[in-house]
């Protein structure tokens, strides 16, 4: 049974720094891209960030390129989301996910975390 468990998540000051874990357990070996969601409530899930299997290929969202890193941890099975210069704006839900061909996309999940809580305030 495939697990995704988060962590990482609290509460910072705008500028400030979190990093986010998601520790994988079971067999993923159907996904083939790792990635980030988030979530506020009463809007739909948008896409935050996405790592392909080896770790050499990622992309972001605009709204978070250059200021938040995705990278994965191939021998602990661990992703990470590191972020930095936070905003206001980047307060929500935050959701790991495995899926296959394009993890921009919920639409492709195969798996996904249960969330971790960022909160920034100003």
């Known amino acids: 049974q495939v697990q995704l468990v988060e962590s990482g998540g609290g509460s910072v000051q705008a500028g400030g720094s979190l990093r986010l874990s998601c520790a994988v357990s079971?067999?993923?070996?159907?996904?083939?891209?790792m990635g980030w969601f988030r979530q506020v409530p009463g809007k739909e899930r948008d896409w935050v960030a996405t790592?392909?299997?080896?770790?050499?290929?990622?992309a972001y969202a605009d709204s978070v390129k250059g200021r938040f890193t995705i990278s994965q941890d191939n021998v602990e099975y661990t992703l990470y989301l590191q972020m930095n210069s936070l905003k206001p704006a980047d307060t929500a839900m935050y959701y790991c996910m495995a899926g296959n061909y394009r993890c921009s996309s919920g639409a492709n999940a195969l798996y996904w975390g249960k969330g971790t809580q960022v909160t920034v305030s100003s």
């Open positions: 790592v392909y299997s080896g770790g050499g290929v990622t």
């Open positions: 079971g067999n993923i070996a159907r996904s083939n891209c």
